[in-house]
């Protein structure tokens, strides 16, 4: 059975498909400018070749170099925190077109420690516009009950403003993207 294509069929996909585009050209830049570290890692994203083995073995000891006690994995928070590992976890991510999570992680990080309350009210904005507004060009994927707090919590703007969100993407990256992650440079499952 084919389904008519009405006008408001076309402009969703209209819209769905420009919001592709414009989400494939603005993703990857974070609102925090940071340098990519000249000691960064080298890394297989899923989109790309694997990297030669030397960098792929250096990479994987760094890793397991950050783990605690026997643990045979780096934790997220811990990998998240470390220049390196965190910028070969975004390479990896944006790879996979989805490195808005750590954009966005890594953007509220530094929204926590602004003092100044016109750049912390600029950079809210900024946030809310970059990732948790319907249609951003970075969306992130969280739920509507945390959209609604987070823009009734940006009243306070104070350091907590986005831990709910921030939160919610912890999950989901530490739930899904990292395992695969981990996977792709110490192997296993």
């Not at 792929?56 to 006690?69: D, I, Q």
């Amino acid at each position: 059975m084919k389904i008519p294509a009405t006008k408001n069929n076309w402009q969703t996909l209209v819209r769905v498909f420009k919001r592709s585009v414009i989400r494939n050209k603005s993703k990857s830049t974070s609102i925090v400018t940071t340098d990519k570290p000249q000691d960064a890692l080298t890394i297989a994203s899923p989109r790309t070749s694997h990297p030669a083995t030397e960098d792929r073995k250096e990479c994987a000891k760094y890793l397991c170099s950050l783990t605690n006690n026997n643990e045979l994995r780096p934790r997220l928070s811990t990998v998240l925190r470390d220049q390196r590992a965190h910028e070969a976890f975004r390479i990896f991510l944006k790879g996979e077109y989805s490195d808005e999570n750590i954009n966005f992680w890594s953007d509220v990080e530094s929204y926590k420690t602004l003092e100044d309350v016109e750049k912390r009210d600029q950079i809210a904005n900024t946030i809310f516009s970059t990732y948790l507004q319907t249609d951003a060009s970075c969306e992130i994927n969280i739920s509507y009950e945390t959209k609604a707090e987070t823009l009734k919590s940006m009243k306070a703007l104070d350091s907590t403003t986005f831990n709910r969100a921030q939160n919610e993407i912890l999950f989901l990256m530490e739930s899904d993207a990292f395992k695969r992650f981990l996977s792709s440079i110490l192997g296993g499952g």
